[in-house]
């Protein structure tokens, strides 16, 4: 098993739709949580940063996470075309792993006009 | 304020070849890490360093990879010997602290020919 896992679409949307990204994970001692954004042939780039269960919101941008379920998701409200990027969740934990960032595959997404 | 810079942004080696990758990290930054990422997969950890040590190389190839931060001058992957499974994107990342964000450079795309 993965230590995340996240379905790599492509998800394609309208422009303005409400996009929802998600991802699992298995290791219950991940405690960090973050949302990046990877244009095409760029680097990721850091749009999140989390580490309670709840809600963190950055204008059209909210992160959610439920560590009960093991559950990480991000929200993206009035999608606009720029957003079209490739998504990458990823966690790390407290422990002796401390420092290495767990990546999801990433999501493709497209937000047509 | 640059950011994390890495070069070269395209490099070119041929089988059997070296291929020698920097990064220079944000400033005020010590901490640096190294990813992988191949086509259709996320990123995957190689190996995180604080200057002049190797904190986590788990995530290395025990043969023809070395990392290293010296006091001076940039973070150095190199890869000994380069195969065609080489050609990937390698990212670097750097932090200000163990547990603080990461943020990543451009990446160098390697080609093995």
């Known amino acids: 098993q993965k230590e995340v896992e996240q379905d790599p679409g492509p998800l394609s949307v309208p422009e303005g739709a409400i996009v929802s990204l998600n991802c699992t994970y298995s290791n219950s001692a991940f405690q960090y949580f973050m949302w990046y954004r990877q244009y095409s042939r760029k680097g990721p780039e850091l749009l999140m940063y989390t580490y309670s269960s709840g809600n963190k919101e950055d204008g059209r941008f909210t992160a959610q996470v439920d560590k009960s379920s093991k559950y990480i998701s991000l929200f993206i409200r009035d999608s606009q075309p720029s957003d079209s990027a490739t998504y990458l969740c990823?966690?790390?934990?407290?422990?002796?792993?401390?420092?290495?960032?767990?990546f999801g595959r990433g999501t493709q997404l497209t937000v047509w006009p | 304020n640059a950011g994390v810079m890495q070069n070269p942004r395209h490099l070119v080696r041929r089988r059997g070849q070296e291929a020698r990758l920097r990064c220079s990290p944000m400033k005020g930054h010590s901490h640096v890490y190294w990813y992988r990422q191949l086509p259709e997969e996320g990123l995957k950890f190689m190996v995180y360093?604080?200057?002049?040590?190797?904190?986590?190389e788990s995530g290395m190839p025990k043969e023809r990879f070395s990392a290293e931060f010296p006091k001076e001058g940039p973070s150095i992957l190199r890869i000994q010997q380069v195969v065609r499974g080489d050609s990937a994107a390698y990212f670097c990342?750097?932090?200000?602290?163990?547990?603080?964000?990461?943020?990543f450079g451009p990446g160098t795309r390697l080609t093995v020919t």
């Open positions: 360093l604080q200057k002049e040590n190797i904190i986590d």
């Open positions: 990823a966690t790390r934990d407290r422990g002796s792993t401390l420092g290495r960032l767990y």
């Open positions: 990342a750097s932090s200000p602290g163990q547990e603080g964000e990461q943020y």
